[in-house]
């Protein structure tokens, strides 16, 4: 049996809940005159990553210039080792380019200090990963919770949030439920659900469907193409084809260059 979810309000995912009314209706109106109008979220300026491994000079990235405007989704694609996931750790402010910049909401991530990179992580990005990397003595909730307890966001806020996000990615009966009371699909929810917890720019995910069977992948793609078209803002590196073209861009890299960028 698949894990569908039920169909819920869709969440508030950055600001407050009437800043998000007045976005949404700035995106519907964005769309009807291009994309364009959209506000740039994520942008790389010409980035490069290198490292030195002994004598040897590996080129990661290799001057990649990309913008990731409000409501987006660009599937990241491309062969192993071409710097999908130098890319995505730059991309989310785990890493810092070698050279060019990485603005998140117009802050270059190279200028800023380690506990400003945490900060913005915290507040303005959204991680989901391949191997869930729940918490696995936390229930559901606690685990939603977690990063607004981070944040210092008041108890009250974060139960209304908490289970806010559960319903909408339909698992509200099962917040008591550890992560090992929960199929693979279910505890990839969560982590959709934690990773929009702060209501960040935008998320970044990681090889999404990569430990699901098809069925239960189909149903997180379904998932994310919800959260899309209610306004959340994705990146996401896959090999999942499916996956790839159910967005609205993919962005092919090879050899840590971008080698085609298209609309799907």
Not at 82 to 92: A, P, R, Y
Request: charged share 25%; hydrophobic share 40%; glycine share 8%.
């Amino acid at each position: 049996m698949s894990d569908a979810p039920r169909s819920e309000r869709a969440p508030t995912v950055s600001g407050t809940a009437s800043s998000d009314r007045a976005r949404a209706a700035g995106d519907r109106a964005g769309r009807d005159i291009g994309d364009a109008q959209r506000p740039v979220v994520l942008a790389t300026r010409d980035v490069k990553r290198e490292y030195t491994l002994g004598a040897e000079t590996v080129r990661a990235v290799r001057g990649i210039t990309l913008e990731v405007r409000e409501g987006d989704w660009v599937s990241l694609v491309g062969p192993s080792g071409c710097g999908k996931s130098t890319m995505l750790n730059l991309l989310g402010a785990i890493d810092r380019p070698s050279a060019g910049s990485v603005e998140i909401r117009g802050r270059d991530t190279a200028t800023l200090s380690d506990k400003e990179a945490t900060l913005l992580r915290l507040r303005e990005v959204g991680f989901v990963f391949q191997r869930f990397y729940l918490m696995p003595q936390l229930s559901a909730f606690e685990n939603v919770e977690l990063p607004m307890a981070e944040a210092k966001v008041p108890a009250a806020e974060r139960k209304a949030r908490v289970m806010e996000l559960l319903s909408y990615v339909g698992l509200a009966s099962r917040a008591q439920h550890r992560p090992s009371e929960l199929s693979g699909g279910e505890q990839q929810r969560v982590a959709i659900a934690r990773a929009l917890a702060n209501r960040p720019a935008f998320l970044l995910a990681d090889e999404p469907t990569g430990e699901l069977d098809a069925a239960t992948g189909a149903d997180v793609i379904a998932l994310l193409a919800r959260l899309n078209a209610d306004g959340t803002t994705l990146v996401i590196v896959t090999h999942d084809e499916t996956l790839a073209r159910a967005g609205r861009r993919v962005v092919s890299l090879r050899d840590g260059q971008v080698v085609k960028d298209e609309a799907t």
